[in-house]
């Protein structure tokens, strides 16, 4: 997503945090299989990258809006379940409003994340697979609590300063607040109609755009969304294909954990970098997590070879997503330019 907030911790002892609680949460994951357990992964990459741990009762009330978010998401979709074309409105009006929360607010991005995936995500499975929807909403909620809790632990065990950095947000000259949850806004409704009419199933494209496109929002960077693209289809896909080529070789629980911790490990030292990179290696660690988890089994460590085609698939997302945002760019320029020309004539 957007660049890791600044710390006065040194970069390795965050990097070593950020792996190894999302290793733990990915790792359980796997061994148990709860329904849609892809989004502990990437909630616990969300959390990890604070520069601090949020005091216990505000994160417990953070944790909970989020899951209260994928509720409220079921629930609306049910609602609306007979009527197609006007829940594809209200989620895109919904989506506008969510954006435009997200760069205005200062909660935390988990709570984004719940209400994106509860627009998304929860409507298309109400619809395609209705006996299934609930199952998947309790266990996003699932996910999203133990993302939570196995994020505190690892603050607790490897303690960050106590004071932080001021951070530096956007100028409003430098975020069009409007245009960019406009845009965004027409991205996921397009995406969720597409889904809905075609009745397409696969939720990992739907999860990893919606993260993608919120990597491209917060980064307050119009014209990032090919270092990101990049940065997700190259740096995430090559790492998943490895992984998941030496996970063939050898089909273990703990090779796939401690693979798991070495591509976050060094993911997170590029994200807590101060690189002009730092933020699409961010967005590149939630790529590599859902990738990932797209390709593990759910009988054993490896049952799918698969993995080439989840790599074009979420690559398909992401390109979309670059598109759509070089399409508005290209009108927005063009507009401004006639503009100007109109003024000087």
């Known amino acids: ?14 990097a070593f945090r950020l792996a190894l609680g999302v290793t733990v949460v990915f790792t359980l994951s796997q061994i148990y299989q709860w329904p849609v357990a892809l989004l502990a ?12 741990a949020m005091p216990f009762w505000f994160g417990l009330r953070t ?39 997200v760069l205005t607010t200062g909660e935390h991005l988990i709570i984004f994340v719940g209400l994106l995936v509860g627009c998304t995500v929860i409507p298309v499975l109400v619809l395609i697979w209705p006996e299934l929807a609930l199952v998947a909403t309790i266990g996003a909620m699932t996910s999203f609590f133990i993302a939570w809790l196995i994020s505190t632990f690892a603050f607790a065990i490897i303690r960050p300063p106590a004071d932080v950095p001021l951070a530096h947000p956007h100028s409003e000259s430098e975020l069009d607040v409007t245009q960019i949850s406009v845009t965004l806004g027409l991205i996921l409704a397009t995406l969720l109609a597409v889904f809905l009419v075609f009745g397409l199933t696969d939720i ?104 080439l085609d989840r790599v074009v698939q979420i690559g398909t997302g992401a390109l979309y997503v670059a598109a759509v945002f070089a399409v508005v760019g290209f009108i927005s320029r063009v507009r401004a330019y006639s503009h100007a020309g109109g003024a000087n004539g």
């Open 204 to 307: 990992l494209v739907l999860i990893y755009s919606t993260i993608f496109a919120l990597s491209l929002t917060i980064s307050g960077v119009r014209d990032s969304f090919l270092t990101y693209f990049i940065a997700n289809l190259v740096l995430a896909g090559l790492a998943t294909i490895v992984v998941y080529e030496i996970l063939v070789m050898v089909p273990s629980l703990p090779m796939m954990s401690a693979l798991v911790f070495l591509v976050i490990y060094v993911f997170a030292q590029q994200t807590f970098g101060h690189s002009p990179m730092a933020a699409a290696w961010s967005s590149a660690c939630f790529g590599f997590v859902l990738l990932l988890s797209g390709t593990l089994p759910k009988e054993g460590v490896i049952a799918t070879d698969k993995v």
């Open 1 to 14: 997503m957007s660049a890791a907030p600044p710390s006065f911790e040194s970069r390795n002892r965050r």
């Open 63 to 101: 944790i909970l809006i989020a899951m209260a978010s994928l509720a409220g998401g079921f629930l609306t979709a049910l609602l609306l379940s007979g009527f197609p074309a006007v829940m594809v409105l209200t989620y895109g009006f919904l989506f506008i409003l969510l954006f435009r929360f």
């Open 41 to 52: 992964s990437a909630g616990a990459v969300a959390l990890l990258q604070d520069a601090k």
